[in-house]
C-alpha cells in the first residue's frame, strides 16, 4: 500500500511538471484572479526574441521583463484587451500569437477554408461527371457472334 | 462523351488549373527568395512608433557619469539613440562606427544601456570607448518594451519635435549611417 500511494505521488508530480511554466515565484501577483488574467494574457503574447515562444512560457529576460509589464499593467487597473493593447501600441500585430483579423490578415484567416471549399467543388464535379460507359445494342453482326459462340457444339441446340 | 476527355472549355481549365496554381507558387516563393537575397530581412518588422513621439522615460545615470536620460533630452534638436549593452556581442561591430560620430560631433548620440549591470556598462565603455552624450539604465526593459526593442542593437533617430522618425535594427554599418541615417539628420535639421 505504501509503494502504491509512493508511485501515485510520483506519477501526480510528473503529470504536474509536464506543464512547464517559465513564470517565476516571485513575478507572481498575490491575489491568484489577478495573476490568471496575467497568465491568460501572456499566452497571447508572443516572445519577440524567440518568435514561436509565448512571454508565459519563455525564460528570455525580456519575456520576463514583458510578464512584469503585463502583471503592473492589469495591477494599474488595465482591461485583459488594454494590456493586449498596450503591447500591440508598440510592437504593432507581430506581438500577438493570434493575428486579428485585419484586412493584411483575411487570406490567413479565410484562405484555407476558400481552399477547401474550392476543393470540395472540384471533387464534387469529378464525382457527379456522368459515367462514359454507356450501354449500346449490338449490331446484327455481333448478335450473330454471340449466338453461334453460345450454340452447344454437340446438340446444335441452345443450352 | 465516349473516349473520356470531355472537350468543352471549363474541362481544359480544370485540366490545366494545377499546373496554373504551381506556376503562381513558384512565381511568389521565386520573388521572396530574390527578396531575401537582395537584403530583404524576413525577420525585421517595420516599427509601428515610426512617426509617433517617443515614450515616456525617465532612466537613471550610470553611476558617476553625469545626468540620466529622459525624454525631455530627446526634445530641442535631432537625436540619435542607440540600445546596447555589454553583454551585446553585434554592439561591438558597429561602436567603431559610433566613436567615429562621437568624435566628429555630428549629432548627439544617447545610449540606453539595456538589462546590464551599471558596473558592467561602464568597465565596457572604459575598455572600448565612450561614444554617449547621455546614458540612462534600462535594467527591467521598461524603455526597450516602450521603444519596441526586440534585440540589441538597435537605434533610433528622434526629430526636434521628439519624433520617431527611423529605426534601425541590428549593428549599424558605414554605408547606413553614410547613405540613410546622416542624410536623415540634416534633412530633419531644416
Known amino acids: 500500500m505504501k509503494i502504491y500511494a509512493a508511485l501515485s505521488a510520483v506519477t501526480l508530480t510528473a503529470l504536474v511538471a509536464t506543464t512547464s511554466f517559465a513564470v517565476e515565484p516571485d513575478e507572481m501577483l498575490a491575489n491568484p484572479v489577478l495573476e490568471e488574467r496575467a497568465r491568460i494574457i501572456s499566452q497571447d503574447l508572443k516572445c519577440v526574441v524567440c518568435q514561436n515562444e509565448t512571454i508565459d512560457e519563455s525564460s528570455a ?9 503585463v502583471r503592473q499593467r492589469i495591477l494599474a487597473g488595465d482591461s485583459n ?27 490567413l484567416w479565410f484562405g484555407p477554408f476558400v481552399l477547401l ?8 464535379r469529378y464525382i457527379r461527371r456522368p459515367s462514359i460507359t454507356t450501354v449500346q445494342a449490338l449490331t446484327p453482326e455481333e448478335l450473330a457472334e454471340v449466338e453461334a459462340l453460345t ?8 443450352p | 462523351m465516349s473516349d473520356g476527355t470531355p472537350k468543352t472549355n471549363s474541362g481544359r481549365l480544370t485540366a490545366i488549373a494545377p499546373i496554373l496554381i504551381a506556376l503562381l507558387l513558384v512565381a511568389v516563393f521565386a520573388k521572396r527568395l530574390i527578396d531575401i537575397q537582395g537584403g530583404l530581412d524576413p525577420n525585421q518588422v517595420e516599427s509601428v512608433l515610426l512617426d509617433t513621439p517617443v515614450p515616456e522615460i525617465d532612466l ?37 562606427l559610433l566613436m567615429k ?28 570607448g565612450d561614444p554617449y552624450n ?7 526593459s521598461e524603455a526597450a518594451i516602450a521603444f519596441g526593442v526586440t534585440g540589441a542593437p538597435e537605434t533610433f533617430v528622434v526629430d526636434p519635435e521628439g519624433v520617431i522618425r527611423y529605426k534601425h535594427v541590428g549593428p549599424i554599418t558605414i554605408t547606413d549611417w553614410a547613405e540613410t541615417i546622416a542624410p536623415l539628420v540634416e534633412q530633419l535639421r531644416q
Not at chain 1, 151 to 158: H, I, Q, S, V
Not at chain 2, 60 to 66: A, C, E, I, K, S
Not at chain 2, 70 to 93: Q, Y
Open chain 1, 61 to 69: 529576460p525580456l519575456a520576463q521583463d514583458m510578464r512584469r509589464l
Open chain 1, 81 to 107: 484587451q488594454a494590456v493586449l493593447d498596450y503591447m500591440v501600441d508598440r510592437y504593432g500585430d507581430f506581438v500577438l500569437l493570434r493575428p486579428r483579423v485585419t484586412g493584411q490578415t483575411l487570406l
Open chain 1, 117 to 124: 471549399l474550392l476543393g470540395g467543388l472540384i471533387v464534387a
Open chain 1, 151 to 158: 450454340r452447344d457444339p454437340n446438340t446444335g441446340n441452345e
Open chain 2, 60 to 96: 537613471l545615470p550610470l553611476p558617476g557619469r553625469g545626468p540620466g536620460l529622459t525624454t525631455k533630452n530627446l526634445k530641442g534638436e535631432v537625436t540619435v539613440v542607440n540600445i546596447w549593452g555589454s553583454w551585446c556581442v553585434a554592439c561591438l561591430s558597429e561602436h567603431p
Open chain 2, 101 to 128: 560620430v562621437a568624435a566628429e560631433n555630428t549629432v548627439p548620440l544617447h545610449g540606453i544601456a539595456w538589462r546590464d549591470e551599471p558596473e558592467a556598462s561602464l568597465r565596457w565603455l572604459a575598455r572600448n
Open chain 2, 134 to 140: 547621455l546614458i540612462g539604465q534600462d535594467p527591467i
